[in-house]
T-cell receptor
């Protein structure tokens, strides 16, 4: 299994809603990441988890709350989002954090905030 | 100056031709470099890592020039299926914890 699986693929939510994005990998990777990508822009790092511990938070607003329940799962809890948060949210994993490891990306969740 | 900078293109390439483009990075301490490919409305996919000695994978050749702080990607015998955005990615964090993406170079291969 060489995939990173993200659900849902599409999500439309209101500004008062609470929703969660899910990411799962079974490659034994110990580093997992959340990226945000706006149209025609490159992915921007949000969070890094290493061995289930949050190691990097790129000054992301608190309306985004990551969670890593175990080494295979990564969640992103969403609450009180703004329309400008509409984007493609990409999850990625790598064997570990470190220079030589490339990432495997999931196919993303396309989020629309209305 | 952006941390990782690319010519956005598009590079319009006749099928069968060779195309090459560069990416510059700002942090001289960067340790690892990658090329990713991203198709429209799809996730980025790792194309190849870039090693100091340069490396080749089929029709794709990547080079690293540390002195001038750039990496390059060359595509030989371009196929229609090579049309995509090519993202230059640099691991700039001292602990190797995060990848920084360039804005991407769009390549359009035409018959």
């Amino acid at each position: 299994d060489t995939e990173v699986t993200q659900t849902p693929k599409h999500l439309v939510m209101g500004m008062t809603n609470k929703k969660s994005l899910k990411c799962e990998q079974h490659m034994g990777h110990r580093a997992m990441y959340w990226y945000k990508q706006k149209a025609k822009k490159p992915p921007e790092l949000m969070f890094v988890y290493s061995y289930e511990k949050l190691s990097i938070n790129e000054s992301v607003p608190s309306r985004f709350s990551p969670e890593c329940p175990n080494s295979s799962l990564l969640n992103l809890h969403l609450h009180a989002l703004q329309p400008e948060d509409s984007a493609l949210y990409l999850c990625a994993s790598s064997q570990q954090t470190g220079y030589e490891y490339g990432y495997t990306f999931g196919s993303g969740t396309r989020l629309t905030v209305v | 100056r952006k941390e990782v900078e690319q010519d956005p293109g598009p590079f319009n390439v006749p099928e069968g031709a060779t195309v090459a483009f560069n990416c510059t990075y700002s942090n001289s301490a960067s340790q690892s470099f990658f090329w990713y490919r991203q198709d429209c409305r799809k996730e980025p996919k790792l194309l190849m890592s870039v090693y100091s000695s340069g490396n080749e994978d089929g029709r794709f050749t990547a080079q690293l020039n540390r002195a001038s702080q750039y990496i390059s990607l060359l595509i030989r015998d371009s196929k229609l299926s090579d049309s995509a955005t090519y993202l230059c990615v640099v691991n700039m964090d001292a602990a190797g914890n995060k990848l920084t993406f360039g804005g991407g170079t769009r390549v359009l291969v035409k018959p």
